[in-house]
């Protein structure tokens, strides 16, 4: 495990938030790497959602999915055993446990910005991509997270992520500093396709999901313990539990936020 720590752990509001998350809603920037044979590494793979649907473009090839954290593994592995191309393993991403050159593409979504050195990880990743392979990247930049309507709890809410995934020793910023990393792991600029896109969250039954998972995560597991650690009072937990209520039971609100994506093309030549 790498000396940071994982901020938000893997608790049910967490998995339902991750396990919603699929290549159209999260990782069509890098759709266009994905073949039939390819082989695929997704780090700081999850509960595997995206992992799974890569498994099944890329039928003919092989995938892997890797994680920090043995329970989300283990559940991943069960969950999605039918996919005989698909296996997962626990290791870190500032070490993983491959040759040079095992991959076609190497895939990282919303894991970079939990751990200490984005660049020696983009640099890792490079490493176990082949010649002519894509290392592609996605991440938050919590600054574009927009609640609205503008609600004091929902910007204590958005302003306490970023404290405790920076106490953590990740960056919330990350989705903005991609190139930056990419450059520093070695990618010439030429070889950095950079993009970006965005989650919104306005329907009903999007609200519901969202503000609800959100209401969990402030209360009770890893994040929530942090926050009370801090010094937070139980008053602005609960203000922030009617804030997200009162948010997802308003026809009018919604949340969007926008992500950094990097597709970095291998040269060993
Ligand atoms: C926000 S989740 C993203 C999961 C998945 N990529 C997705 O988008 O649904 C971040 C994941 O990174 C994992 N993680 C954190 N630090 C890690 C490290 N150093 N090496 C591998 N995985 C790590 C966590 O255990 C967690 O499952």
Not at 30 to 54: K, N, Q, W, Y
Not at 70 to 97: C, K, T, Y
Not at 139 to 167: G, I, Q
Request: some cysteine.
């Amino acid at each position: 495990m790498s000396p940071a720590q994982y901020t938000f752990g893997h608790t049910a509001g967490v998995l339902r938030s991750h396990r919603w998350r699929t290549i159209a809603n999260s990782a069509q920037y890098m759709a266009h790497c994905l073949g039939p044979t390819s082989r695929v590494c997704d780090v700081g793979c999850g509960p595997g959602s995206i992992t799974a649907e890569f498994a099944e473009k890329c039928a003919a090839g092989r995938v892997v999915g890797l994680d920090a954290a043995p329970a989300v593994i283990e559940q991943a592995a069960g969950e999605f055993r039918r996919h005989r191309n698909l296996e997962f393993v626990v290791a870190d991403m500032l070490h993983l446990p491959f040759d040079d050159n095992t991959f076609d593409v190497v895939h990282c979504h919303q894991t970079l910005h939990h751990i200490g050195d984005q660049a020696a990880a983009v640099a890792e990743m490079r490493r176990v991509c082949a010649d002519g392979g894509c290392v592609c990247v996605r991440e938050a930049d919590y600054d574009t997270a927009v609640w609205t309507p503008r609600n004091a709890s929902l910007d204590l809410l958005k302003a306490t992520l970023s404290t405790l995934v920076s106490a953590n020793g990740g960056d919330p910023s990350a989705g903005a500093k991609l190139v930056d990393y990419a450059a520093d792991a070695g990618f010439a600029a030429a070889d950095i396709s950079v993009s970006s896109s965005s989650w919104r969250f306005a329907s009903d039954a999007e609200r519901a999901w969202w503000g609800g998972l959100w209401a969990e995560r402030v209360q009770t597991g890893p994040q929530a313990d942090q926050m009370r650690a801090s010094g937070m009072q139980e008053a602005d937990i609960s203000a922030m539990v009617d804030a997200l209520r009162a948010w997802a039971a308003d026809p009018a609100a919604s949340f969007a936020t926008t992500f950094g994506e990097v597709v970095c093309r291998v040269r060993n030549a």
